[in-house]
């Protein structure tokens, strides 16, 4: 009853909050049938600082040791959950790609489309549209995790997520996509 109650407070935000993820939706993402879409971990601040590179950690908004915590935790509950390796893509961006290898899953593979658009508004709908045919695209295989941002959720679910959140979604992708679980950092 109070998963009900609580998912009625919350359904301005297009999907159900449990306090942990339905076995089921575990299940869809070890099968394949789902992906797990990561906000990166905690990097106090917002955005960048002017003049932030791709190529230069140094200037751009970064983990703390909170961040780089929850990354790793996340690693821990997805091989509690049975997943030990996965095909995991991130944005090119520092906090992203280092909240992605601190998992410690498995190769880190950039992927453009989860890139941060936050500065370039006009990239969204190319973006969006870019991972949906990513994905729509995957072959089988190990489970998928995408690390991004919140300004890339948001584009593809039309919800939010905090630093660390994780959200399982149902494949193939529905418009809008379906949540089966919101998974707080952990």
Known sequence: MWRWLLSLAVAGLGSLVWAQPPDAAWQALAQGRAVLMVR???????????????????TQRNLN????GEARRWGELLRRQG???????????CRARETAELMGLGPVNALPALDSFVDDRSREAVQTAELRRHLANLEPGPPVVLVAHQVNITALTGGWAR?????ILALPLAEPPQVLARIPPP
């Open 83 to 93: 997943i030990e390796r996965a095909r995991v893509f991130s944005s090119r961006w």
């Open 65 to 68: 040791d909170v961040g780089r």
């Open 40 to 58: 990166h971990a905690t990097a106090p601040g917002f955005g960048d600082p002017p003049g932030y590179r791709l190529d230069d950690c140094s």
């Open 163 to 167: 630093s660390g959140e994780g959200l």
